[in-house]
């Protein structure tokens, strides 16, 4: 039995899906109270995008052991794929029940929340996952996300922060701290946030956008046009170009 199921495993991996689940069908038949395999079965049924053999295998291994958290966060893919969101949480919520302090199928659920536009949701649970795991880089930056969302700019920063942390020179994360800075009005943190955002990635044009616009603000006419010069070089849409090249002639004219 181990080889077919290294056979099976190994048509599954060159994605030769059909093959996969013919294999795995066979082992089932030999042992038809092994959760696992209707598990396999059911993601390769997933892979093929045959959902609702997917649904059934999954409900067939929940039905032999209902105690596996993994099988719940499947089942959940397979319905976020029929874009079937309520029935997606449904079994979400059953895997947080076996082990909630297990924070994989939890953060699992917040994604959804997130995906579903449910931030204020989504922001308690994150902070459930955090309490269970704090390095989880994820959960960070999705909380910063859900800050921000709901209009929380100053946690927003000191998630993103926190990241930052963690991966302390990315140029993304550096313009999304700097926008989340630009919300709450902090325009110096914002500037400095997204200079080192351009300083990483000189191709960054959103943050010589937004850099352009800052100075502008502050009436630093020079630092202005440099930059918005940069965006300009950078961007290949006529009606955004012709929108800029006015900008950067209006600065020029009240310099």
Request: no cysteine; glycine share 2%; net charge negative.
């Amino acid at each position: 039995m181990e080889d077919k199921l290294n056979k099976a495993l190994e048509h599954f991996n060159k994605e030769e899906y059909n093959s996969a689940v013919s294999e795995f069908i066979s082992l089932i038949d030999e042992d038809p109270d092994n959760p696992y395999l209707y598990n396999n079965l059911g993601t390769v049924y997933y892979k093929l995008g045959m959902f609702d053999k997917a649904i059934e295998s999954y409900e067939k291994a929940i039905k032999v052991n209902p105690d596996i958290q993994g099988i719940y966060q499947n089942l959940a893919d397979v319905y976020l794929s029929k874009d079937d969101t309520q029935s997606a949480f449904i079994e979400l919520e059953h895997a947080i029940m076996i082990n909630p302090d297990n924070p994989g199928p939890r953060y699992h659920y917040a994604s959804v929340l997130m995906q579903d536009f449910r931030f204020d949701s989504a922001v308690d649970e994150l902070e459930k996952v955090i309490e269970k795991a704090p390095n989880n880089t994820d959960a960070h930056y999705d909380l910063a996300t859900a800050y921000f969302q709901i209009g929380n700019y100053t946690n927003a920063i000191i998630e993103y922060k926190k990241v930052q942390e963690f991966i302390p020179e990315n140029a993304d994360l550096d313009y999304h701290l700097a926008i989340a800075y630009e919300a709450n009005n902090q325009i110096d943190e914002a500037i400095t946030e997204f200079s080192k955002a351009v300083k990483l990635n000189p191709a960054h044009f959103l943050s010589y956008r937004q850099l352009g616009i800052l100075y502008a603000a502050k009436q630093e006419f020079s630092e202005a046009v440099e930059n918005f010069e940069k965006y300009l070089n950078l961007i290949s849409d006529p009606e955004e170009k012709e929108k800029i090249e006015a900008i950067i002639k209006r600065i020029k004219a009240s310099m």
